[in-house]
Nanobody, 121 residues
Framework: QVQLVESGGGLVQAGGSLRLSCAAS????????MGWFRQAPGHEREFVAGHNPSGNTYYADSVKGRFTISRDNANDMVYLQMNDLKPEDTAVYYCAVDTSGSGRLRNPDYWGQGTQVTVSS
């Protein structure tokens, strides 16, 4: 029943920007933590950004000051604005939901299929 669908990935040059979107369906998620992970070739999946139901946001140190997470609870949407992209940001980005409400998404229950982000130098 629950589905998460990401969109907005693509190919950009270093210094460019992308905005990722995640649409949730099947149930409401306004009281859950929502956010983003990424997995680059040869690397483990890592936490990127999260948003908890109280409005607190969390970011990996590698993206602080460049990425911004936001959500639209009325439409069960979460976004990731990515600015000043670097080649090391290249990865598949996954939307995730943690029903415990953790903005750090310590134990995600649901995952999207992922969207590819490629940053060229």
């Amino acid at each position: 029943q629950v589905q998460l669908v990401e969109s907005g990935g693509g190919l950009v040059q270093a210094g460019g920007s992308l905005r990722l979107s995640c649409a949730a369906s099947g149930r409401t998620f306004s009281w859950h933590g929502m956010g983003w992970f990424r997995q680059a070739p040869g690397h483990e999946r890592e936490f990127v950004a999260g948003h908890n139901p109280s409005g607190n946001t969390y970011y990996a140190d590698s993206v602080k000051g460049r990425f911004t997470i936001s959500r639209d609870n009325a439409n069960d949407m979460v976004y990731l604005q990515m600015n000043d992209l670097k080649p090391e940001d290249t990865a598949v980005y996954y939307c995730a939901v943690d029903t415990s409400g953790s903005g750090r998404l310590r134990n995600p229950d649901y995952w999207g299929q992922g969207t590819q982000v490629t940053v060229s130098s």
